[in-house]
């Protein structure tokens, strides 16, 4: 209690203060006037406290030192000892303490304990290990008391095995709406850390989207969710826009700085096509090269006056607006006022290094994660602030007693480790550049349709009105992306353009800390280490006046106009003109659909090209393509290469690219965005957005009254996995009634919500506290609609409880136990059956109860332990070549549904994504038993994991989790583990020495073990099938129509292969060397059946034994 807590140290200060020096701490050490051990004291010495045992945390010692504070009455000080007054009430409660401690399990209706423990079963043989135990166990001794320690695991064990259902969760309860921004033309504040948060003030949305402070633009929960330095320019570019008009004088006038007429590092560190048309984005961006610039200087230890002078004036102004914490351990949850915040280093620290990388490397934004600017009372817990990342380190270690401490330090533990690795490593100035020209090897996906080709061809052709834009770009919309997307910069030193970079790593990957998703915001073209940087040169980046002077020339020479009514070519050049300042030329352009371009008013042509966009909208109903998607695929293009290897065809960006060529009318609607980009940077404006909705089987344009870019990815995603009806401005699924669209005279409210369901019975303490439910449909009555991996789950709250259907079958929301293994996991089981479905999504999300052993800091049990294991996938690049890249688990997270079959429940998976999915779920879960069986099989299907223990002198993976990797490696031994873990695997080996037709049989009997309906059993034929498959002499192909190939035979076969039975091994040996590898053929449409089979009876046979199972086939 904070009483104690304040007692405690109310009188150590006292103690310190009358025996001890400030800091130094005792003198002479004060002694206890008790006779007798009591457990809080030493036993050998009664005067004297307890030490703390070995290898284990002081939260236990404290308290013991609380336990003698409260027992023994009021403490008072006596000379140079500390008097108990009831050393008998001391006794009474040290033994029921000590009684407590080691008795979890009274009878069949007692103490359960061990439901806030999802490791009990796991790791309970340890307490032979645990001096506390030996402590309690010496102390009840002296009283001649004794408890059967290790009888009370098996009762309990009885118990979990008897009730199987824990408890369940049945108290249903609306959190509120998924924060959503007002859908107007007006300039919105953000306040929202979120993901939504990224897409609005880290993209091209400069004049719609505007933090609420210059703290909270910087928010630790935005930052580490950036992806790449883009990401982070236009990040500090919307936070500077905020103060232009203070700054305009300083940054209009930065390119007169010596240092930056020399051209140094300017080849990567370009700009936007589409900024072009506003000076205030090309101020801010040449400003923001000057201050990474110095900052790079700054780090070889030079500087330059002229420079530094002009950006410290720059951050005088921005001072005025910084809001900074004291940064002392003491009140670092106080604010420094005006004349504090002059007087501070803070202060000269943000002069001169803000916003570079090193500042944000000093410093990091915290505060909760939604700001409302309503709040009169500023304060740490009202605002965004600049902490120090030193400070906020070693403090989110700590508990607090204080409220507004706490909340501060469980801020940095939600964010500081990833907001670091965000922040990476600090970039150097590299004083070598080695360039490679890689000609012929395909990393560009062109190397035509530039800019200026395609001024040339229009010049050469334009008296020709059938010149067309499929001849002049072909059929590849990327044509279409390379010209509106050019990458400029502002240096006099180029004559025309220079090569951009992209690295090639060691493992022959791109490493593009500029041009590519990198995890990090490092500005600079690599993160490497060493003296020098190898860059292959991929792509033109355009010195501005080159191109402008190029476009100028053209439209100059131009007679009357350009005969050609082809859409594309007039809204290309269209495009080009307003993002080079040369819309007076728009009349030389034939564009009846856009008349405002023939009479120069840019502010109508925004208008009249909205309202092309939107009508397009709503004539394409076959796909899920939206002005958004293309907008930020623009943003993308402009700031990173279009290369074709070594990238993933899977990916975001390459996705909407293959929408877009799918239909031809989709060429000059990307054009249209590109120009609504460009018209809402001149204009300094933007529109309404929309949300595209698949409604009987057609989509639909809303324009909703909150806007969220999350919400309208999940609407899409959803409405085109599930069949959505319109009835009446109603649209509805399975006939419950979700969004009323009304009548189109107002904007319809379009939103999704958060749930949260707690256990029904009181006093229930769980390691799941509660289940959040995000993205949630919620209908009248209270009844709510949630999909998660393809299933529909239906949710009816009532007074008395809630009733939750999945896919029409009602299930309940509970805590169960399925065997050792799988334990105290939350699921969903069936009501009219004994199964259960185990639901992995990051729109659930399981609380976990953070106290004890589960708490974050407890010997490095942190769920980000996934972010530190790597794993290489295969995948297809855009020139169909076959790659491997290493990916972070925790970026290949998906949702999942796997079903746990009674009786035995059985750990099977239709595929290797479900085994990551359920990874994630166990490592948040702090179920360290699920971690270590799912991990045993993602290491047969995966090609390599890596796991990353440490980085330098830091500890990434340690404690529980350490262990648990290191026994699944084999690079540690517990028999306590292979006894509990062997169960859930078959053993195979057993029939060994057995005949074929014997092992036919057995393996017959396993079959049907794993599957789900027991009454399908292997027929005669069938295994009389698998004999003759295994003994033929020759690799067998059969085509039978019925026979059961791919539910039976295939599975049968398969686990025939990874046995040891040596007649087996014998016949597929056909008279030769003993065969290592299994190649299955499968027609194309029989493939994800093929795979879910071998998936589910093929990962859990023979413990221990090493083999891999591959979906794919590498090489042939």
Not at 376 to 388: H, Q, V
Not at 501 to 511: A, C, K, R, V, Y
Not at 608 to 621: G, L
Request: with cysteine; glycine share 4%; aromatic share 10%.
């Amino acid at each position: 209690a904070p009483s104690v807590r304040r007692k405690i140290f109310k009188m150590y200060r006292d103690l310190n203060r009358r025996y001890g020096r400030s800091g130094a701490g005792f003198e002479k050490p004060i002694r206890l006037d008790l006779q007798e051990w009591y457990l809080v004291n030493r036993a050998s010495n009664p005067s004297e406290m307890d030490a703390q045992r070995t290898g284990n945390t002081c939260y236990f010692q404290t308290f013991l030192f609380a336990l003698l504070c409260r027992a023994g009455g009021p403490l008072t000080i006596q000379g140079s000892t500390l008097h108990v007054p009831d050393p008998a009430r001391l006794e009474r409660c040290s033994v029921a303490v000590a009684r407590f401690l080691l008795e979890f399990w009274r009878g069949p209706d007692g103490c359960l304990r061990p439901l806030t423990n999802a490791n009990v079963l796991l790791d309970f043989s340890r307490y032979k290990a645990a001096p506390y135990f030996d402590l309690c166990v010496k102390y009840l001794a002296k009283y001649s008391t004794t408890v059967n320690y290790a009888r009370q695991i098996s009762e309990v064990h009885s118990y979990l095995c008897r009730t199987r259902i824990l408890h369940r969760y049945a108290d249903f309860s609306l959190v509120g709406a998924v924060s959503s921004a007002p859908n107007t033309k007006q300039l919105q504040r953000i306040g929202h850390a979120n993901d939504d948060a990224v897409s609005q003030l880290a993209r091209a949305h400069f004049y719609k989207y505007r933090a609420t402070s210059l703290a909270f633009g910087f928010h630790a929960q935005i930052v580490l969710r950036l992806r790449d330095f883009a990401g982070f320019h236009s990040l500090r570019k919307n936070c500077l826009l905020d103060h232009y008009a203070d700054l305009q004088p300083i940054l209009s006038s930065i390119l007169e700085a010596p240092l930056l007429q020399r051209g140094l590092h300017r080849d990567y560190y370009f700009y936007g096509q589409y900024e072009n048309g506003q000076k205030e984005l090309r101020d801010a961006h040449h400003y923001l090269y000057a201050v990474d610039l110095l900052a790079l200087l700054k780090q070889e230890r030079k500087t330059d006056r002229d420079l530094e002078t002009r950006i410290r004036a720059a951050n005088h102004i921005l001072a005025e607006s910084a809001r900074f914490s004291t940064s002392r351990a003491a009140d670092y949850d106080e604010l420094l006022d005006e004349d504090e915040f002059r007087r501070s280093n803070h202060r000269q620290l943000f002069l001169d290094h803000f916003p570079s990388h090193a500042f944000f490397g000093e410093y990091v934004s915290l505060g909760f994660p939604d700001e409302d600017l309503r709040t009169k009372d500023i304060n740490t817990l009202s605002r965004a602030a600049f902490y120090t990342t030193k400070l906020m380190s070693r403090s989110s270690g700590r508990m607090e007693y204080d409220f507004a401490k706490e909340a501060i330090n469980q801020m940095a533990r939600n964010g500081l480790r990833r907001y670091e690795g965000t922040m990476g490593n600090t970039p150097q100035a590299k004083e070598r550049t080695i360039v490679h020209l890689r000609i012929g090897q395909g990393f560009a996906w062109t190397k035509y349709n530039r800019p200026l080709h395609f001024l040339s061809v229009v010049e050469r052709y334009w008296r020709n009105p059938d010149l067309t834009g499929l001849q002049l770009f072909g059929k590849d919309v990327r044509s279409l992306l390379a010209i509106s997307c050019q990458k400029l910069v502002d240096d006099s030193s180029h004559s025309s353009y220079a090569y951009g970079p992209i690295q090639m790593n060691t493992h022959g990957e791109l490493d593009l800390a500029v041009a590519a998703d990198h995890a990090q915001v490092v500005p600079g073209c690599t993160s490497g280490r060493g003296d020098a940087t190898n860059v292959i040169a991929v792509d033109r980046v355009f010195e501005r006046s080159y191109l402008q002077r190029a476009l100028e020339g053209l439209c100059s020479r131009v007679d009357g106009e350009i005969r050609t009514d082809d859409a594309e070519i007039n809204l290309a050049l269209l495009s080009l003109l307003l993002d080079f300042g040369l819309f007076r030329y728009a009349s030389l352009l034939r564009l009846p659909s856009l008349p405002a371009a023939g009479r120069g008013d840019l502010r109508q042509l925004q208008v009249e090209v909205s309202d092309s966009i939107h009508e397009r909208d709503k004539k394409t109903t076959q796909d899920g393509v939206t002005r958004l998607r293309v907008e930020d695929l623009l943003f993308e293009v402009a700031h990173k290469f279009l290369v074709n290897r070594r990238v993933d065809a899977r990916g975001y960006a390459n996705k909407v690219i293959r929408a877009l060529q799918a239909d031809p009318e989709y060429r000059d609607y990307v054009l249209l965005v590109k120009i609504y980009v460009s018209l809402c940077q001149i204009n300094k404006s933007a529109e309404v957005d929309s949300y595209k909705l698949k409604v009987d089987g057609a989509f639909r344009i809303v324009v909703p009254r909150q806007f969220s870019v999350a919400t309208s990815d999940y609407l899409d995603l959803i409405t085109r996995r599930h069949t959505f009806t319109e009835s009446n401005g109603l649209i509805k699924y399975d006939e419950l009634p979700l969004f009323d669209l009304g009548d189109g005279t107002q904007q319809p409210d379009v939103q999704l919500y958060k749930v949260r369901v707690d256990p029904r019975r009181p006093g229930v303490e769980s390691v799941v506290r509660y289940v959040e439910i995000r993205n949630v449909f919620r209908s009248t009555s209270d009844k709510y609609l949630l999909f998660v991996a393809d299933a529909a789950l239906r949710v009816d709250a009532t007074p008395t409880g809630v009733e939750v259907r999945v896919n029409q079958t009602r299930v309940e929301v509970c805590a169960a136990f399925f065997n050792d293994a799988v334990s105290f996991v939350p699921c969903f089981t069936y009501a009219d059956s004994e199964d259960a479905v185990l639901l992995a999504s990051r729109h659930i999300t399981y609380h976990v109860d953070g106290g004890g052993q589960h708490h974050v800091d407890y010997y490095g049990m942190k769920h980000e332990v996934v972010e530190c294991i790597d794993s290489d996938e295969c995948f297809v690049d855009l020139n169909d070549e076959h790659a491997f890249q290493t990916s972070h688990l925790n970026d290949l997270v998906t949702e999942s549904k796997v079903t746990f079959y009674h009786p035995d429940y059985v750990l099977q998976v239709p595929s290797r994504q479900h085994l990551i999915n359920l990874l994630d779920l166990a490592a948040h879960l702090r179920n360290v038993s699920l971690f270590i069986l799912v991990l045993f099989q993602l290491r047969r299907a995966s090609v390599k994991l890596d796991y990353k223990f440490r980085d330098g002198k830091v500890t990434k993976i340690s404690g529980p989790w350490q262990e648990a990797i290191r026994y699944v490696l084999g690079s540690s031994q517990n028999k306590e583990y292979d006894a509990l873990f062997s169960k859930q695997f078959h053993d195979l080996d057993q029939f060994q020495d057995d005949s074929l037709d014997v092992f036919v049989d057995a393996l017959c009997d396993v079959f049907v073990k794993y599957h789900r309906d027991r009454s399908i059993v292997p027929r005669p034929k069938q295994r009389s099938f698998l004999r003759k498959i295994i003994e033929a002499k020759e690799c067998f192909h059969f085509s039978e129509v019925g026979s059961g190939k791919t539910k039976v035979i295939l599975p049968l076969f398969c686990m025939a292969f990874l046995s040891s039975n040596k007649a087996v091994r014998d016949a597929l040996a056909r008279g030769g060397r003993e065969k290592r590898c299994l190649v299955v053929l499968v027609p194309e449409h029989l493939v994800p059946d093929a795979r879910a089979q071998v998936y589910r009876y093929c990962l859990s046979l023979n413990f221990r034994q090493d083999y891999r199972i591959y979906d794919d086939i590498f090489a042939l």
